[in-house]
């Protein structure tokens, strides 16, 4: 009888397998992109938020009649923030056809940087992954099309330095950050900004999985006691984070966190948004519901008589994730207008990447500008802070420092 | 029927020894070199021979468990850490010697031995769960080391580029190529271990696995025995981690953690312990397992969940059935695939007769 | 007294309430050893599975907490009991690498049976306390970590209470003594096995409530449990205040750590000093300091 019952599943499994073989070729009138997600693995907070943005924006483009009139399709594999499955989802993507790839994650744009530029095919790592591969000429098909660790590095000292009246001489900065490669990338650029501006830096690890900080937090609050703390946390840190750096007395107003620790999630999981007052937050797309294409998802929505989904309430992650199929979109736009035959490739698309100028999506995107040298777009971020119970905007679209940027990309790209 | 060893008769003890003394079995080995090195890289598309060629990477490391904790009796939780020590080595060597890739598997197969050694000396004085925690102890502080110590981890990245390997002026690239580049390696790792357990020194590992006091007794250096396995080992682990980070193009600490210590243990509990077709079979399994669940929820799960659900469901339910396989596999059939499939065969051996 | 002075003794204070958390979870491996020999690989995810439920019955169903916490503990104990009869019991006198593997893949079940049924978003689980620290001198208390320790010295007295006068605590001990002699003598072994895991999923539910109040309950709630392992090691794996004094020792040592040695190495040592010692223990005293079995030297 066991014997038996086992047959029959494996049939039906291999029933399945024959039954889904993806197809080997983009079928005729639609165009692919491969996109990966965490939906379990350390960054599951963001994935099962970003996502949902992400697909929500291809179906509103679709019900417009898509791209030039080819319709987009983004199948979704889950690379439970680990490089094997995000190799193995590649292969896929490759397979099913796909001319750009979103990659989700730093580790694994490091890992499929070479394969990328191998089989050319463009891939992008917004608000992540590699600050080097700003350099469009070194990686010709990484592109990070929003602002990079540097650039948020950059950026956070700026506005520290303008919170704290105009300069940091003799003041002191606490880097604390998550320990490990997307936490210690901007570092480098922390500390080649200290010397500059003459404040002093000292930097606290936290450990994986980053639930554990108090003895970091009380040097910070009680020992070092800095003018300014710059966090860079994600996943469950953050949250915990905010929780101790008010249980050990250090006001959150003097906290600025760079782009992940900066969601309602992270709040809400903090204890909410009483709990989180003052706290600055740095921002690579817009915040909140005041955007014209989150009114047309919506409405999309509403057409099909649904509520609009749960996950735009929490804005921060579903508009980064509308963020990114947006830049795809336009990519694949600028590359069919090139091609109208509509038989493009990954060489069209990263040329498409390349026009793209100027697009600000009704100010949900910062003004992008890539080009083929600077895959970034200009490292524009935004500060919102969290004031009386919601994300208040405190700054506009801004960048900073991009001499002590290009001075580092330039080096690494010299390695 | 498959195994008829009427009228097999041997005259010397060499052939009687040999590895595959049936004629039968030699047939049978022969046909499985003809599909694995020619129908299969030549009939299967990319893709496809991607997912083999992370299988073939997963054989190699689950030998080379399997003779530490299946045939020695050695718990380790360590396995993954030993794999980011041979890639590291490697990818150093590659980088900042420029040698050429025999030699940096060599050397990352040879350090992941001398730390693996290292390792197991507490296993020395300790045994069972307490020898378990002292590996998992291992794996972290490995892990730790990499992660911190700039030298090897190459800076802040804590990963490594290495170029791809190739033979003279031929760079291996592709899958297909890869596929050969690693078959080759599987095929060295698999007769290496059928040998080892038939030598000496297999007879003393499954002597300390067995009655360790009794094996002292009888004069087997346990001391020199447990070292010895623990290297050897992890110089298969040391393989792995260079042949993984051939495959991929880069040496990142994050693709060894604690996560892949577990599953190459699922690997050759699921397989069959102290068997070395069981651990070709756990390997297969269990990396394939994801991919398979993948389209079988494509596939059928439209039916039950909308596709929203769907997604959110694959990878979770990876890992519940992953956890539900191995409590399956070890209240059910503790000695794995490696039993199913013996049962199998002995039904054909005397086929059609019942006994 | 000297600023230093002042966060050197912050550090210490820290160290201990976290300390005296952590052996609330290393009690709840200690419960299982004890009594039943198996390791318990899953500890973490009992913990959190603990606050998914009792977070989700808050928020979700809008419970009070008092009725949140009842559900958390009821939950739990069915857990454990339903846990030993289905898996545990098919496991007894199987090599222990068998249980420990049974445990893990449990442990996998668990992580992936969390977002599913509970949803991935992190959710905080309120607790009638201020956030605000008291303050005592130089020393900040948050009133969370009071609690936290609290809770584990009543538990863990009550616990030791029970295995030593307690008429069931002397069963259970006699059963994890020797199986078969308490067979003999009437004791029925299973039942008592089964209340072990019961204990544990109380222990773990503690657990869940003050650790998902102090990180927010998610899936990451889980990782606690890596740090049982030098608590249980340090302490002795079967015994109750081995699981205090080996959770003081752990929590000081990576407080000190934390802060004295991180600044000249860039950070981490928090996790691997711990381990460090844990290793030096098992070279030296692998039964712990308190640990009374025999651990069969070779």
Redesign the interface.
């Known amino acids: 009888m066991r014997q038996v019952l086992a047959i029959v599943t494996a049939l039906a499994l291999a029933g399945s397998l024959a039954a889904s073989a993806p197809s080997h070729a983009q079928s005729k009138g639609e165009i692919v992109i491969g996109m990966q997600c965490d939906r379990t693995g350390a960054t599951q907070i963001v994935g099962t938020v970003l996502c949902p943005g992400f697909h929500d924006y291809i179906s509103l483009i679709n019900s417009k009649g898509g791209v030039e009139g080819y319709k987009i399709r983004a199948p979704e594999i889950d690379n439970e923030y680990k490089v094997p499955p995000a190799v193995e989802s590649y292969e896929r993507h490759k397979k099913e056809g796909a001319v750009t790839i979103a990659v989700y994650g730093t580790p694994q744009i490091y890992a499929l940087a070479q394969k990328l530029q191998e089989d050319r095919i463009p891939g992008t790592s917004p608000g992540f992954g590699s600050a080097a591969a700003a350099d469009g000429i070194r990686y010709p098909y990484v592109f990070p099309v929003a602002a990079t660790y540097w650039s948020q590095g950059t950026a956070a000292v700026d506005f520290v330095k303008k919170q704290l009246g105009g300069s940091l001489k003799g003041k002191k900065i606490a880097y604390i950050f998550y320990d490990n490669p997307a936490g210690r990338e901007p570092i480098e650029i922390l500390e080649d900004l200290s010397g500059r501006e003459g404040f002093q830096l000292r930097t606290f690890a936290v450990p994986p999985p980053g639930v554990e900080m108090g003895a970091q937090v009380l040097d910070i609050a009680q020992r070092f006691r800095p003018d300014f703390v710059i966090a860079h946390l994600f996943g469950g840190a953050p949250a915990v984070s905010i929780k101790e750096l008010k249980s050990k007395g250090y006001p959150l107003r003097k906290v600025i966190s760079l782009v992940w620790g900066s969601a309602e999630v992270n709040i809400e999981a903090a204890g909410g948004f009483a709990v989180a007052e003052g706290y600055y937050t740095m921002q690579f797309a817009g915040v909140g519901q005041d955007y014209p294409v989150l009114n047309e998802i919506r409405e999309m929505y509403k057409k099909q008589g649904k509520p609009a989904p749960k996950e735009m309430a929490s804005s921060v992650y579903y508009n980064r994730g509308v963020f990114q199929a947006a830049v795809h979109v336009e990519a694949i736009r600028n590359a069919l207008k090139a091609h109208p035959d509509g038989k493009i490739t990954g060489v069209d698309t990263k040329a498409g990447f390349e026009k793209i100028s100027n697009f600000t999506l009704g100010g949900l995107v910062p003004p992008l500008k890539i080009t083929s040298t600077d895959h970034e777009g200009g490292g524009l971020v935004q500060i919102w802070q969290i004031k009386g119970g919601k994300f208040e905007k405190v700054t506009d679209w801004f960048s900073a420092y991009p001499d002590v940027i290009a001075k580092h990309t330039k080096e690494a790209a010299a390695k | 029927m498959f195994h008829r060893e009427s009228g097999v008769l041997k005259t010397t003890y060499e052939a009687d020894m040999a590895l595959y003394p049936l004629p039968i079995a030699r047939w049978t080995v022969a046909a499985l070199a003809v599909v694995f090195f020619a129908v299969i890289p030549l009939a299967l598309h990319q893709y496809y021979l991607s997912i083999a060629n992370l299988v073939w990477i997963a054989v190699i490391g689950a030998l080379g468990l399997n003779i530490l904790v299946g045939y020695t009796g050695q718990v380790s939780i360590g396995h993954g850490a030993f794999m980011s020590v041979g890639a590291y080595t490697a990818a150093n060597l590659a980088i900042r010697l420029g040698s050429p890739w025999p030699v940096n598997l060599l050397a990352g197969g040879l350090m992941a031995a001398l730390v693996g050694a290292v390792v197991g000396i507490p296993s020395l004085r300790i045994k069972g769960l307490y020898l378990a925690i002292a590996t998992l102890a291992g794996q972290l502080i490995i892990e730790w080391t990499i992660n911190h110590v700039t030298f090897i981890s190459g800076g802040v990245q804590a990963s490594i580029d290495v170029p791809r390997p190739r033979l003279g002026s031929y760079v291996l690239s592709s899958q297909r190529e890869m596929y050969y580049f690693l078959l080759v390696f599987v095929v060295l790792a698999i007769v290496g271990t059928l040998n080892l357990v038939r030598s000496r020194i297999g007879r003393a590992f499954i002597a300390i696995r067995d009655q360790d006091i009794a094996a002292e007794i009888i004069g087997i250096n346990i001391f020199r025995y447990k070292l010895l396995a623990f290297a050897i080992s992890s110089f298969y682990a040391g393989v792995t981690g260079v042949l993984y980070t051939y495959y991929l193009g880069i040496a990142n600490y994050e693709q060894f953690q604690i996560g892949v210590s577990i599953d190459y243990l699922a690997m050759i509990i699921i397989g069959g312990l102290g068997s070395i077709l069981g651990s070709i079979f756990g390997a297969f399994f269990v990396t394939l397992l994801p991919i398979v669940i993948r389209y079988a929820m494509e596939a059928f799960g439209g039916l039950f969940f909308d596709p929203k659900t769907v997604l959110n469901l694959i990878p979770n339910l990876r890992l519940m059935l992953f956890g539900a396989l191995i409590i399956f596999f070890l209240i059910v059939e503790p000695e794995g695939l490696n039993r199913l499939w013996r049962n199998i065969r002995n039904y054909f051996r005397i086929w059609p007769f019942a006994y | 007294m000297s600023?230093e002075f002042?966060?050197f003794l912050?550090?210490l204070s820290?160290?201990v309430l976290?300390g005296l958390m952590y052996s609330l979870i290393a009690l709840g491996f200690v419960l299982v050893y004890k009594a039943t020999d198996a390791?318990n690989f899953a500890q973490g995810e009992f913990v959190m599975i603990a606050g998914l439920v009792v977070a989700l019955a808050m928020s979700a169903a809008g419970a009070p907490l008092w009725a949140a916490i009842i559900l958390g503990l009821a939950s739990m104990v069915v857990f454990g009991f339903a846990l030993e009869r289905v898996?545990l019991r098919?496991?007894i006198g199987?090599?222990?690498?068998?249980v420990?593997?049974?445990t893990?893949?449990?442990?996998?079940?668990?992580?992936?049976?969390g977002?599913?049924f509970f949803g991935?978003?992190?959710?905080?689980l309120?607790l009638p306390i201020s956030?605000?620290?008291f303050?005592i001198g130089?020393l900040?208390i948050?009133p969370?970590q009071l609690l936290g320790a609290a809770v584990s010295i009543v538990f863990i007295t009550g616990f030791g209470w029970f295995f030593l006068w307690s008429r069931k605590g002397i069963a259970m001990r006699a059963v994890a003594d020797n199986q078969q002699v308490a067979m003999a003598m009437g004791i029925n072994v299973e039942r008592y096995f089964g209340l072990a895991w019961a204990m544990t999923g109380i222990v773990s539910a503690l657990g869940g409530i003050i650790w998902g109040n102090?990180?927010?309950v998610?899936?990451?709630?889980s990782?606690?449990g890596f740090k049982v392992?030098?608590v249980v090691?340090l302490g002795g794996?079967d015994s109750i205040p081995g699981a205090v004094v080996g959770g003081l020792i752990v929590g000081i040592v990576?407080?000190i750590a934390?802060?004295y040695i991180?600044?000249y190495?860039?950070?981490?040592t928090?996790?691997?000093v711990p381990?460090?010692l844990?290793?030096l223990a098992?070279?030296i005293r692998?039964y712990g300091i308190f640990g009374k079995r025999i651990?069969?030297?070779?």
Not at chain 3, 94 to 98: D, F, G, K, L
Not at chain 3, 104 to 113: H, K, Q, W
Not at chain 3, 120 to 124: H, N, P
Not at chain 3, 218 to 221: A, C, E, G, Q, S
């Open positions: 600023e002042g966060f912050l550090l820290n160290g976290i390791v898996v098919k496991l199987r090599p222990v690498i068998a420990v593997m049974a893990i893949g449990l442990a996998s079940i668990l992580r992936g049976v977002p599913t991935a978003g992190t959710k905080s309120p956030d605000e620290p303050v130089p900040f948050p969370i102090l990180l927010g998610d899936v990451n709630l990782l606690v392992f030098p090691i794996l990576e407080n934390a802060g991180d600044p190495v860039g950070g981490g928090k996790d691997f381990y460090v844990m290793i098992l070279m692998p651990i069969e030297r070779v």
